[in-house]
Protein backbone atom coordinates (compact mmCIF):
# COMPACT_ATOMS: atom_id res chain seq x y z
CA UNK A 1 0.00 0.00 0.00
CA UNK A 2 1.10 3.72 -0.78
CA UNK A 3 0.58 4.66 2.96
CA UNK A 4 3.50 1.65 3.37
CA UNK A 5 6.44 3.17 1.99
CA UNK A 6 9.45 5.21 2.93
CA UNK A 7 8.13 8.74 1.31
CA UNK A 8 4.97 8.39 3.24
CA UNK A 9 7.21 7.90 6.07
CA UNK A 10 9.02 10.83 5.59
CA UNK A 11 5.38 12.62 5.02
CA UNK A 12 4.76 12.30 8.62
CA UNK A 13 7.96 12.63 10.01
CA UNK A 14 8.33 15.73 8.69
CA UNK A 15 4.31 16.66 9.47
CA UNK A 16 5.42 15.56 13.37
CA UNK A 17 8.75 17.05 13.99
CA UNK A 18 9.66 19.99 11.46
CA UNK A 19 9.48 23.24 13.56
CA UNK A 20 8.77 21.16 16.85
CA UNK A 21 8.58 22.33 20.17
CA UNK A 22 8.16 21.22 23.18
CA UNK A 23 6.99 23.76 25.09
CA UNK A 24 3.53 23.81 24.13
CA UNK A 25 -0.55 23.76 24.94
CA UNK A 26 -0.38 19.60 24.44
CA UNK A 27 2.79 19.39 26.43
CA UNK A 28 1.41 21.45 29.26
CA UNK A 29 -2.16 19.48 28.49
CA UNK A 30 -0.05 15.95 29.24
CA UNK A 31 1.96 17.64 32.25
CA UNK A 32 -1.04 18.28 33.72
CA UNK A 33 -2.92 15.42 32.90
CA UNK A 34 -0.23 12.85 34.42
CA UNK A 35 0.07 14.66 37.45
CA UNK A 36 -4.11 14.79 37.96
CA UNK A 37 -4.16 10.82 37.17
CA UNK A 38 -1.77 10.23 39.88
CA UNK A 39 -2.99 12.50 42.28
CA UNK A 40 -6.31 10.98 41.89
CA UNK A 41 -4.65 7.51 43.05
CA UNK A 42 -5.17 5.88 39.53
CA UNK A 43 -2.63 3.96 38.21
CA UNK A 44 -1.29 4.34 35.02
CA UNK A 45 0.89 3.67 32.30
CA UNK A 46 2.23 5.89 29.68
CA UNK A 47 3.13 3.64 26.03
CA UNK A 48 4.28 4.26 23.05
CA UNK A 49 2.90 1.94 20.50
CA UNK A 50 5.33 0.79 18.11
CA UNK A 51 5.35 1.94 14.64
CA UNK A 52 7.12 0.98 11.16
CA UNK A 53 10.64 0.45 10.81
CA UNK A 54 10.09 2.63 8.23
CA UNK A 55 8.85 5.55 9.93
CA UNK A 56 11.31 4.59 12.83
CA UNK A 57 14.53 5.49 9.97
CA UNK A 58 13.01 8.10 8.65
CA UNK A 59 12.65 9.67 12.04
CA UNK A 60 16.56 8.80 13.37
CA UNK A 61 17.56 10.23 10.68
CA UNK A 62 16.13 13.42 10.53
CA UNK A 63 14.96 14.06 13.73
CA UNK A 64 16.78 12.12 16.48
CA UNK A 65 17.49 14.76 18.62
CA UNK A 66 13.70 15.98 18.85
CA UNK A 67 12.75 12.34 19.33
CA UNK A 68 15.18 12.23 22.16
CA UNK A 69 13.57 15.77 23.58
CA UNK A 70 10.22 13.87 23.62
CA UNK A 71 11.22 10.71 24.94
CA UNK A 72 13.09 12.44 28.02
CA UNK A 73 10.42 14.57 28.46
CA UNK A 74 8.12 12.09 29.13
CA UNK A 75 10.35 9.85 31.14
CA UNK A 76 10.68 12.79 33.54
CA UNK A 77 7.43 12.92 33.81
CA UNK A 78 6.44 9.75 34.31
CA UNK A 79 9.47 9.78 36.84
CA UNK A 80 7.93 12.58 38.33
CA UNK A 81 4.40 10.60 39.07
CA UNK A 82 5.68 7.22 39.48
CA UNK A 83 4.38 6.23 36.83
CA UNK A 84 5.84 3.67 34.04
CA UNK A 85 6.69 4.94 30.74
CA UNK A 86 7.31 1.84 28.08
CA UNK A 87 8.54 2.40 24.14
CA UNK A 88 7.03 -0.51 22.51
CA UNK A 89 8.18 -1.91 19.52
CA UNK A 90 7.32 -4.25 17.35
CA UNK A 91 9.97 -7.32 17.87
CA UNK A 92 8.81 -7.38 21.38
CA UNK A 93 4.76 -7.37 20.57
CA UNK A 94 5.17 -9.65 17.54
CA UNK A 95 3.59 -6.93 15.23
CA UNK A 96 5.05 -6.89 11.54
CA UNK A 97 4.84 -4.81 8.64
CA UNK A 98 1.42 -7.07 8.01
CA UNK A 99 0.00 -5.38 10.90
CA UNK A 100 -0.04 -1.69 9.75
CA UNK A 101 -2.66 0.45 7.89
CA UNK A 102 0.29 3.14 7.54
CA UNK A 103 3.72 3.45 8.53
CA UNK A 104 2.73 4.66 12.48
CA UNK A 105 -0.58 3.48 12.86
CA UNK A 106 -1.79 -0.59 13.33
CA UNK A 107 -4.60 -1.93 11.41
CA UNK A 108 -7.50 -4.04 13.30
CA UNK A 109 -5.36 -7.44 13.44
CA UNK A 110 -1.84 -5.12 15.00
CA UNK A 111 -4.52 -3.57 17.69
CA UNK A 112 -5.39 -7.11 18.54
CA UNK A 113 -2.19 -8.20 18.76
CA UNK A 114 -0.87 -5.24 20.83
CA UNK A 115 -4.10 -5.61 23.08
CA UNK A 116 -3.12 -9.06 23.64
CA UNK A 117 0.75 -7.97 24.70
CA UNK A 118 -0.74 -5.46 26.39
CA UNK A 119 -2.98 -7.64 28.68
CA UNK A 120 -0.12 -9.99 29.34
CA UNK A 121 2.24 -7.54 30.41
CA UNK A 122 0.15 -5.26 32.73
CA UNK A 123 -3.14 -7.45 33.39
CA UNK A 124 -2.60 -10.67 34.22
Do not use: C
Not at 10 to 26: S, T
Not at 53 to 60: A, G, I, M, N, P
Amino acid sequence: PADRTADFAMQVADRWFKDWQMDGVYTHTFDQLVSDIHDDGIELTIVQLPRTDLFEQEVRSKYAAEQQAYFDHIRSIAAASSVEFTVMDAITTGVTIDSFRDTNHVNPHGAEQLSRYAADRWWR
